[in-house]
């Protein structure tokens, strides 16, 4: 049994039953969607090794909803936009962005409910619309902002490093690397120009 705060754990084995050690039965991806709607932690670990397989479980569960009838949340352009940041020098960012614009959703979704019980009135519906509207804004002013942080040259919003500044002022230095950095600074405003381009199609 888990202590108490603590997640339960999950074991998988290899013929892919998962046998919750909480309550002592197996269980299928369904049972554990429930368990994440009713707020209940827990870590799925390889029966064999012992390995953390949480994320790829939880994620063949949302593959799963996803392939049910009437039950897709993600659209399209967002898978695509998704895919197109694997391997991108912002991939880094792009977890800490959607989960604090799921955080901040999930903060706000008890008013939306409420705003929505009557579907049919056009005027309650458009009220929390434009709520979530305003959140993904902030949400991508908030990325943009992220974005400039990592930009070490002025003109992106950014300044350059104090350290690298002082290393350029040492007698003999000036000049020496200026064609290697010009390169590396061009290098960054492309990649830069094309994730602004990324931001304005999700804007």
Do not use: C, W
């Not at 309550?23 to 799925?44: C, H, I, R």
């Not at 990325?143 to 002022?169: C, H, I, L």
Request: glycine residues 4%.
């Amino acid at each position: 049994m888990a202590a108490k705060d603590e997640p339960v754990v999950i074991k998988k084995y290899a013929n892919r039953r998962l046998y919750n050690t909480g309550t002592s039965t197996y269980v299928t991806l369904e049972d554990l969607a429930e368990m994440v709607k009713k707020g209940e932690d827990f870590t799925v670990q390889d029966a064999k090794t012992g390995e953390d397989i949480t994320h790829p479980v939880l994620t063949q569960i949302i593959f799963e909803l996803e392939n049910k009838d009437g039950q897709n949340m993600l659209p399209i352009p967002f898978l695509r936009q998704l895919i197109a940041f694997y391997g991108d020098q912002m991939q880094m960012i792009v977890p800490s962005f959607l989960e604090q614009s799921m955080i901040a959703f999930s903060k706000e979704q008890e008013r939306f409910r409420e705003q929505m019980k009557s579907p049919m009135d056009v005027m309650k519906f458009a009220t929390p619309m434009k709520a979530i509207e305003e959140q993904t804004r902030r949400n991508i002013e908030m990325f943009q902002n992220a974005m400039r942080m990592f930009t070490p040259f002025p003109g992106a919003g950014g300044a350059a490093p104090v350290a690298e500044a002082a290393e350029s002022a040492k007698p003999g230095q000036a000049g020496k690397d200026e064609p290697e950095k010009a390169d590396d600074l061009k290098e960054l405003k492309e990649q830069i120009a094309a994730m602004q381009r990324k931001l304005d199609k999700m804007s």
